[in-house]
């Protein structure tokens, strides 16, 4: 078991590989507490849509809304990364497809990020601090 399926069993009471229909990679089915995940995800994949269903499942998300889907895409970003590597991989190379392939996440989730370094003033770190 992943240290991301540890955490997120914390929340909901399951996860569940299903066949979910094309163009859905999972749900948080707040009337039984479990989580759902595409069958045919990769393991980073399921690991990133777990990361992000997890955060549904703390906050107990119905039918979210467009702001609660952002912070889904956030929180599972911090969950997935971690801000020293981000940092120290930002300094060989920006592009964030290389950064997604180093750090093992989808693009989505350096994406998500990289909003939440620019939402808390942290975002190009070392060039601020070179400064
Ligand atoms: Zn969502």
Request: aromatic share 10%; charged share 30%.
């Amino acid at each position: 078991m992943s240290e991301v399926e540890r955490f997120t069993l914390r929340y909901c009471s399951g996860i569940v590989d299903d066949e979910l229909p094309a163009g859905i990679e999972g749900y948080y089915e707040p009337a039984d507490e479990t989580i759902h995940l595409s069958n045919r995800l990769n393991d980073i994949q399921r690991e990133c849509v777990l990361a992000h269903e997890a955060s549904h499942a703390y906050h107990g998300d119905k039918l979210p809304s467009k702001a609660q889907e952002a912070r889904a895409d956030e929180e599972a970003a911090r969950l997935l990364i971690n801000v020293d590597r981000f940092a120290a991989l930002e300094r060989v190379n920006d592009n964030a497809w290389w950064l997604a392939q180093e750090l093992g996440v989808m693009p989505w989730v350096v994406s998500a990020f990289r909003k939440y370094l620019n939402e808390v003033g942290l975002l190009h770190m070392e060039q601020d601090w070179a400064e």
